[in-house]
């Protein structure tokens, strides 16, 4: 077994993920077909390697595969990314530039994340899978772990006091936890008002229901407003909580938050997160009509979200309606 071979397999025992042994078969045909590469010299051509390599491999993947899928692409650039890493650590194997460039913030355009993410988001060859897309729980922890990163960065926090493009980053991070933690429209999140924040209690109200923040949360929005309160023109009155640079209400359009997402996951797509979060509330038992009133989502999208988790846990239509029925203290009266 060479080296290349028994460190795949140890990634693959201890990171047992679906369509990570293919993605890693194909990046063994990479190195083997196109970089000439000798398995047993793995650790040393790995000293060299960079985000751009990476990148190199997944072009082979979509040619050699005719691959059309931003999922599978985004799955297999995740899978190199956590292999790397692996191997790096495992094997202290020296690359302080690919060690920074995996672990460096998404906001950072010298990060593997923004650099590939980038990258499959412009490729016209790849595009994304018709029908229910919500997010999976890596891409979740990926967001959370990046929209924490910017945050709670003392750099994007003094930037973006004196720069719009920080203040966009900063508010579109803001806007990703609270949708992953509501599954609310965007068009909702756009009429939250000052009002509705009780951030002394942790608590936020939408659409006449009101919730508990997360305390990291709620020191998230604490942060906000102290920005805000430090850019210049701050003492003019507001209602609305979300606003532009300029103190104006928040665009109708998505695009500073989805280009925020777009750095993270490769997709622009705020429905990805609604629907996750829509899939768990859904898992918990919550009431249709209270989803409904409280993020503002339809029928079609809460239908999709309810036949996926039915699908999750192998319930039948017919089964399903069954057993609730027989549950009904009618059916025993009768």
Known sequence: MSILENH???????RPVEGYKKDLG?????????????????????????????IESLDFYIRDNDLTSINTARRYSSCLREFLRYI???NNIENGELRFELGAPAYDEKSFTFKINSYIS???????????????????????EESDLTLKSEKIFKKAIKQQKYYNKFRSALIMKLTLLTGVKYEILRTIGKKDLN????????????????????????????????????????D????????????????TTSSFLKGILGRGDLNGIIKYTISEMIKKGVNESIIKKFTGIGSKTFDECQEYVNNLYQIKTNRYLDSKIRSMEIFDLL
């Open 122 to 144: 412009q490729d016209k060859r790849l595009k994304e899978t018709e029908g229910f897309i919500a997010i999976n729980k890596t891409d979740r922890d990926s967001l959370i």
């Open 26 to 54: 194909v990046f063994k045909k990479f190195l083997k077909e196109v970089k000439r590469i000798n398995p047993e010299s793995i650790d040393y051509f790995i000293q060299g390697f960079r985000t751009d390599g990476i």
């Open 199 to 238: 951030l002394k209690h942790d608590l936020i109200t939408i659409n006449d229901l009101m919730i508990r923040l997360p305390i990291n949360l709620s020191e998230d929005f604490y942060k906000y407003e102290e920005i805000n309160s430090k850019i210049a023109r701050s003492n003019l009155d507001r």
């Open 88 to 90: 790096i650590h495992h």
């Open 240 to 255: 609305i909580f979300f606003i532009e640079y300029n103190k104006s209400v928040i665009s109708n359009k998505t695009a």
């Open 8 to 14: 795949i397999n140890k990634f693959l025992y201890d």
